[in-house]
């Protein structure tokens, strides 16, 4: 079937099986392979991707469920002018990654918290991350690092 959709802000159309979930078109396709692939079952995170702007899992959806959406992976959060995304430099300032297995889905859904709750408290921006696994940091640094990029946001 066929599936048109706007992936960082380039028009994407391409033939694929009825049953190609969003995260299989991303990186099997159009070779996104930022947007990682860790549990098959939308428990982990690192799948996130930003679709008509909300975050989403990409392994718990199909492709042909967003026909026309607008998706964004982190290959397209960086600045026009090649600059890391507030979050992503935050990320990096504060340590906020170790293996990096998890920190793409981490950095798409904390653009997502701060977009949508942009005086989200240390508490608050714990919860609306619960939906993604890092088995190495802690989270510690990972909050402060959300923290820091809620600053340079406001």
Known sequence: MKVELTVNGKPVSADVPENT???QLLRDTLRLTGTHVGC????????????????????????????????????????????????????KDCHGLQCGFCTT?????????????????????????EGNICRCTGYQNIVKAVQQAQKALA
């Not at 098959?40 to 718990?60: E, F, L, P």
């Open 21 to 23: 979930l969003l995260v």
């Open 40 to 91: 098959d079952t939308a428990q982990c995170g690192a799948c996130t991707v930003i679709a008509n702007g909300r975050a989403i899992k990409s392994c718990n959806v199909l492709a042909a469920q967003l026909p026309g959406a607008e998706v964004t992976t982190i290959e397209g959060v960086a600045n026009a002018d090649g600059s890391m995304h507030p979050v992503q430099a935050a990320m």
């Open 105 to 129: 889905g981490m950095v798409m859904s904390s653009i997502d918290l701060l977009q949508h709750h942009p005086q989200a408290s240390e508490a608050e921006i714990r919860e609306l991350l």
